[in-house]
């Protein structure tokens, strides 16, 4: 088993398929079933075994770095609408990079403006293995 991270943007990475606006434009009725699948996508994976994690987040937030020896951390926020800004994420624990695809592929249906699926890109990353055990 491997874990992958599917990562939920809420801008960047390439031109969406369906133009479905900032999710504050949407209705009640469509955050309510775009947040039930979502739900119900991640008892599924519980069933399945594959599921790990799944967190939402607020759009607010900020860049952090260190500042410096004695000085405070330097803040870049909050965010500028051109930056990419990750919406949440869920982490499975699956047999192969296809089954992570093919994991993906079905999140990307969520519904959208009208219940249509939005067809979003997600970005599917693996999590760093364990460093190979050396034996002498």
């Not at 990562?7 to 039930?36: C, F, N, R």
């Not at 607020?58 to 870049?76: I, L, N």
């Not at 990079?97 to 249906?109: K, Q, T, Y």
């Not at 970005?123 to 055990?133: I, M, Y």
Request: zero cysteines; charged letters at 25%.
């Amino acid at each position: 088993m491997a874990k992958y991270l599917l990562l939920k943007h809420y801008q960047g990475g390439p031109a969406p398929v369906v133009d479905a606006g900032p999710m504050d434009k949407w209705t009640p009725e469509e955050v309510s079933a775009h947040i039930q699948f979502m739900s119900d996508f991640g008892a599924r994976l519980e069933e399945t075994g594959e599921f790990v994690d799944m967190q939402a987040l607020m759009p607010e937030g900020a860049f952090v770095r260190y500042g410096g020896e004695g000085q405070p951390p330097v803040t870049d926020g909050p965010f500028a609408e051109t930056k990419d800004l990750i919406a949440g994420w869920y982490v499975i624990d699956v047999e192969s990079w296809d089954r992570a695809v093919e994991l993906a592929s079905e999140l990307s249906a969520a519904p959208g403006p009208g219940g249509k699926p939005l067809h979003e890109w997600l970005e599917v990353r693996p999590f760093w293995g364990e460093p190979p055990t050396v034996t002498e």
